[in-house]
């Protein structure tokens, strides 16, 4: 069945913000399966109704704004006249596809509405002013807030070239992700992790500490598709092992999705560690900092292969280094309704900590739901990044 838009305005008029938020709703479709590209969709109207729609379905498709085009065509209907929204500006320079602007033009389309703007200094604005200096009205900013929010970490990378980063956690009121032997499964009901599943849909990879692959042996799969493959864009899996512990015996290293695990060690890993396991999937050996896995090194060489979305489901430790650290750009916190209290229980969060409340990365713009017994809280990270703004 088509979405349609409401046909309270008169008939040779539209609810603009009703169009637009179609478009929205048509991008958010191919949530998870665009990377390295933005989420985008389209839709055509002329005389008060809908011709047209359309979105990006993957990196090489057709971008949103021609896939609109090409359902008018199919339906017969002429798209000269008629006016275009989009959420994203329209691409003006030759990609993996040829400008959309060019097919805009050529199809004599008489008004562009945009929500946001191309958030690559680079490009902001010129597919815009092209448009206008060949006739056409354009008009952007309606839903912009909505448009950005649902491209948040592609407007990240585009502008930094590091991932955006997602800190995620399942935690107890008072903060603790297992117990003191670490037995954690599960804190959180069937509701919350199903949508911890589509945090991992939406991401491109996902990281975790040695600390987590020794206690729990995790897939780290996308569960509801084959393996870790969610329509045909496989999930990275990373994991944070300074000394190469790893067993050779961990899923990570001996599914069928082992082609996909990164394991970063350090410098002075064991070498007959670091070739044992280079036999099974792909070791990169990195700088330290403080013992640990240089993160500061790390996500600019992420952003380099293309990873524009990072989600740390890693242990206290992992977590902390990623928060306090100034890497993490947003959290995604689960909250049973349970206490495990004891100075031994897991911490969500642990490392050593901030030295005073001015040092303390704080949250912005939280925003809560409830999945079943359980909260889920999203908010921004707002502390000084060691990477970018």
């Excluded at 008939?11 to 933005?38: C, F, H, I, K, W």
């Excluded at 050779?248 to 394991?263: E, N, P, Y």
Aim: a positive charge; proline letters at 6%.
């Amino acid at each position: 069945m088509r979405p349609k838009v409401s046909r309270a305005a008169p008939a040779d008029e539209v609810d603009e913000t009703q169009a637009m938020r179609l478009a929205l709703r048509l991008a958010r479709r191919a949530y998870g399966q665009t990377s390295p590209n933005p989420l985008v969709g389209a839709v055509l109207v002329h005389g008060g109704r809908v011709i047209g729609q359309g979105w990006h379905h993957r990196a090489g498709q057709p971008h949103a704004e021609v896939e609109a085009l090409r359902d008018a065509a199919r339906r017969g209907l002429s798209p000269h006249g008629a006016t275009l929204f989009v959420t994203l500006e329209p691409c003006s320079t030759f990609g993996r596809t040829p400008p959309c602007t060019d097919a805009i033009l050529a199809a004599g389309i008489r008004k562009v509405v945009v929500a946001a703007t191309d958030p690559n200094p680079a490009h902001a604005g010129r597919g815009l002013g092209l448009l206008r200096s060949q006739g056409i009205e354009v008009t952007s900013g309606l839903l912009a807030a909505e448009s950005a929010r649902m491209n948040e970490p592609f407007d990240h990378w585009i502008v930094h070239r590091t991932p955006f980063v997602t800190v995620k956690a399942a935690m107890t009121l008072d903060g603790k992700i297992a117990t003191a032997d670490g037995r954690s499964k599960w804190i959180t009901g069937e509701r919350s992790r199903a949508h911890g599943q589509r945090l991992r849909r939406g991401s491109d990879a996902i990281l975790v500490g040695i600390g987590t692959v020794l206690a729990d042996d995790p897939s780290l799969t996308v569960r509801s598709g084959p393996g870790s493959k969610f329509q045909g864009r496989e999930l990275r899996r990373l994991v944070l092992d300074t000394r190469a512990r790893t067993p050779l015996t961990a899923k990570l290293v001996t599914d069928g999705s082992a082609g996909s695990t990164t394991i970063f060690v350090g410098q002075r890993a064991a070498k007959k560690r670091v070739a044992a396991l280079s036999k099974r999937v792909r070791v990169v050996v990195v700088p330290e900092k403080d013992g640990h896995i240089d993160l500061g090194w790390l996500l600019p060489v992420l952003g380099l292969e293309g990873v524009t979305s990072l989600l740390v489901e890693g242990g206290g430790e992992v977590n902390a280094a990623f928060l306090l650290g100034g890497f993490a750009h947003r959290v995604a916190f689960f909250y049973a309704p349970m206490v495990l209290g004891g100075t031994d229980a897991l911490r969500g969060v642990a490392g050593t900590g901030a030295r005073s409340l001015a040092e303390a990365p704080t949250l912005v713009a939280p925003e809560w739901r409830r999945f079943g017994p359980d909260l889920f809280m999203t908010a921004r990270v707002a502390s000084p990044s060691a990477i970018a703004p």
